[in-house]
């Protein structure tokens, strides 16, 4: 029986938060929120969108790798999330900042 090499392939989301772009911003919140069938989010940050961040996903930059990230219900807000909040987990894989760019890896963790 032929195997499938795909199978055990994990759904990565980057997260390119480089601008001051608007809706880069805002694509980044809902990929955070909303992963659907994402397993994990590359996300890069400079210290604008750095900045930006920690202001509205307050403990993602603090978090530590093996820790849990949860999104607060003041990032639904900011996306003018009209859906009850559902609360996001994410596993920080590794978190790190160098000439001002920082680059977080993230493992969703789905309810049971």
């Given amino acids: 029986m032929a195997s499938n090499p795909g199978a055990n392939a994990q759904s990565l989301g980057v997260a390119a938060s480089l601008s001051e772009n608007e809706e880069d911003w805002l ?3 809902r990929l955070l929120i909303a ?3 994402l397993d994990g989010v590359i996300v890069f940050l400079n210290p604008v969108a750095a900045a930006r961040t920690n202001s509205h996903l307050t403990g993602l930059l603090q978090t530590q790798t093996g820790q849990t990230f949860v999104v607060s219900a003041s990032a639904h807000e900011h996306l003018r999330n009209s859906h009850e909040f559902n609360e996001t987990r994410w ?3 590794a978190i790190e900042t160098s000439e001002g760019l920082t680059v977080a890896i993230l ?3 789905r309810s049971a």
Avoid: W
Wanted: charged share 15%.
């Fill in 27 to 29: 694509s980044l919140l």
């Fill in 35 to 37: 992963p659907q069938s």
């Fill in 91 to 93: 596993k920080m894989l």
């Fill in 107 to 109: 493992s969703s963790k």
